[in-house]
Structure formats: structure tokens, C-alpha cells
């Protein structure tokens, strides 16, 4: 993968896109924000069994860029030193992992600023499995949000909101990145803009996640949707696992994020209890 | 701190007391194990609040051997890129964090392969802070368990038993280490071997837990704890923060840990919901 042209792309997106959406998006973001003031109760009932919500992590995970972005290197070994212990070097975005609100704005919330409130929340999962089975570029758009309240009622207080696409099967295999004939461009499920622009607009929405490698769906050009999400003071959560688990409603999701000082995200150890 | 010292001291000390140990802890070990198969309930009622037990993470966080263990470089950067991205250099043994069996066996769990059922546990707290205020090489020791009993009823079912010394007050001070006058030697609370032995033979205990650097007190020449609970296949968890804020029974504590294949632990976002 060419970073510098995913770069170039980003930059050019985001000069003709920031203006459009930024206003709305700050005035929408400060009123879900205040919106959120009112207490919610941790769990609705007793939860009765948990969901282990992440993929195992190892040295060659599927990443976005393609590259290998985990590499472990053992510092001691119990045959020699009588105990083991390895040191491992790894990006922040490997895995089943969090974007802090920091990974796409100046100065945004680092993951160790994201409140533990925002870190235990009800789980809305939207199950766009029928049209990603049938087009691997498919996208969460407002309409499928909104057959989800249609079904289930308004979204819960303080939700992260998922998109099921069935993407979590495929993280052993090529068909997670998908690339594309042109030996470039992924194909895989992700979130539409204007689901994340409806989003914001729902007060206390804290994150959104995916099952895939990432919040845009694999061809966008210019991370529109990480643009338009993360300033807007929330984060997302990208390679959960197992969420066909699950009920669309009812689930508590707890993400375990790393509490690294000044950090942009990183691999997160993810469960949710029914 | 000098490793080899250390290793060598291990060593020795694994020498004359693990034929000590061995047949007693592996067979309580398999008895233990096989008494946690009838099911518990996930929670006894539904959490009203969540603590957060995870210290943040920073480069120089206070480490067992003394050096830093932790090193962020970043990548990517928003002014230049329109993201922000890190690299972690970090052993696994750093932070809040996990000792799986693997750390001091040949080929025991790793992290990975620890069940969510035993990250999900009761929790007990001991609290010796007066003892520990005393002396900073206070230790946990069966009496202490045993009034924690006769005070609280038995230790729940498949609970994680903790250390409260109050030692995470001086997680950012050079108290957490405590090097003493001869310039080497750590002194801080940890479990005595006989009440890492006292839980063996209790039935279903999943792990042990501490507030300072390690499992053993810190003067300990051979890690004799770790060596003792570790084969059991159980795990640890070191430098938990906030127990003071829990009560000694009742909340449910959730064990984040990074579930890296091969892992020996790692750096784990700890919550407990009461």
C-alpha cells in the first residue's frame, strides 16, 4: 500500500469536505454532549453471560496498510532464565482496537482521556450481513439505523452503535483486506457518512464499530467517516469480534482500552454481557 | 537492578523448593481445577457503578527490574499526515498487568488462553494496609485470609483475590519501587508463599491480584510466589489501582487482557462493577 497516496487522498477530502460538515457537526456534537448529563443505569439487569468480543492478536493480524504491525521478541525464556517474557512492538492500530478521538484531530481526547462511562455502554448491533454478503464495498447508511429504532426503539442511552457485516469470519484470510483487482483497493464493509452525521446528531452516542479493518469501508478514498467521527469528540472501535453472538438490543459492551497516556487508540480487550 | 542476579537467585531458590512444592500444588491444582465445573452466576445482581482498577500507562511507569519499559514513537502525525499514529515498544510485563502461567512455566496458558470465565470473577479484597504502613515488606499471609473469611463468609466462587497495601497511592513516586538503603533491594507488600499455597487448595480460585510491582514482597530473592501460584495455572495481576474504593466483597471485577497468542501477559485495562 502507497501511504503518501492515501495521505495526498486524505488531505484533498478533507479541504473540500471539513468545510461543509463542520460547522453542523461541532453545534450537533456540543448538544449530544450536553445531552448526556442525565444518569444511566450501568447494567438494566443482572447480565447472565459474557462475549469475548476480540480476535486473538499475533504477529500477522491483517492490517489496514498491509504491512506486518505486531512483532513480539522474546526478552527471557524459562529454559534459560526460568521465566519468560517477551517485548512486543506494535502499532497503536493493530488487532481489535480503539480510535481515540486523537488519532484524527490536533489535540482531541487521547484513549486514556475517554471516560470509563463511555467504556461500559448498551450496544446496538445493526446487521448489514443480506447487502454485505451481496457487495463487500456495502456501508451502514441512516436507512438501516433507522430500521433499527423501527424495530428495537430509540437507540439506548450512551449506545455504541456496531455494524454486524459478517466481516469477523474472514480475519484469517485474504478476504479481510479483500483487495481488489487493481492489487490496491480493499473492499469491505464500513460505515457510510451520513450514518455517522446521523449519529451525531442522536444525543449520547458514545463510538461506533465495526467488524472490519475500518470505520470507512475499504475503497474510501479519504477516511470521510474517521474525519467526520472522531473530532466530533467520540471514538470508534475497529476488528470486533464475534458480534453475531449477540442480540441487536440488550447487550452491555465493556471495552477494555489500553490507558496509554497521550495515546491515539490501541489493541483493546473487548466483552459484552446479555 | 542486576538481571542476572536475579535469574541466578531464581534459580536456587526454584532448585530446593520446587520438588518441595510440586507434588502437593499439582495435585490440590488439578482437584481446584476440576471443582469449577458447576456454573456461577456471571452476577449475583446488576452493577450500579463501575471503578476503574488500571493505572494509566506512561514511558516511565515504575518497573520490577528498574529501566523503562515502555517507548512511543510516532509515526504519523496530524499536522503532516491528518492522523495521529504511535508505535509501542512495551514489555509485557509493564503497567497494570497480567502474569499468565507461561511467564514462569515451560508451557503452561498464555494470556490468550485464559478463559473469559476466569477474567470475570468475584472479588475478594485483603486489606493490609495497616501492616503494610508499618512495613513496607508487610505480606499476605493465611491468617489474613482466614480473617477475611470469618469476617466476609468463604471466598466466592471462582473468585480473584486481591492485595489492598495501599501501595497504589505511590505509583508515581519513587515509593512504588521503595530500593533501599544497600541501593538494590525493592521493598514493597506482596503474598506470602504459604497463603499463595493456602489458595491452591481452595477450590475454584482463578487468580491473585497486588497493588504494587509484583506478586512476591519485594525483597524476595527467587520469586518464590510466582513460582508457586503461576504452575498452578492461575494467573496474576500486579499493579491494580484503586481497590480502596471497593468494598472487601461484593464487586465483580472484569479483567481486560490483551489477548496476544503466545503472550506471558501483558498490560490489561481492569474495570470492577459493584
Redesign the interface.
Known sequence: MCHHCV?ES??AG?LSRRNFFKGSIAAAGAAALAATAAPR????????????L?????DNFPTYFGGQQFF?EQ??S??K?????????????T??HIDAP?????DGKSV?ELP??D??APLAIIDIRAKADKDPDAQVTPDDIQAWITANGDLPEGAVVAMLSGWGAHVATEKFRNVGDDGKTLHFPGFHVEAAQFLIEQPSVKAIAVDTLSLDHGPSPD?IV??TWLPSGRYGIEAVANLDRLPAKGATI???????????G??????A?V
Do not use: C
Open positions: 495521505i486524505v488531505k478533507m443505569p450501568l447494567f438494566a439487569q443482572a447480565p447472565g453471560k459474557a462475549e469475548d476480540t480476535h486473538e492478536l499475533w513480539a526478552k527471557f524459562f529454559e532464565d526460568t521465566f519468560n517474557l517477551y517485548e512486543w512492538r506494535i502499532s497503536e492500530h488487532g481489535t486523537l488519532h484524527f484531530t490536533a486514556a470509563i462511562d467504556l461500559i477516511f474517521h474525519n465493556v471495552v477494555g482500552a489500553p490507558k496509554v497516556r497521550g495515546g491515539t490501541g489493541p483493546a480487550r473487548i466483552f454481557m
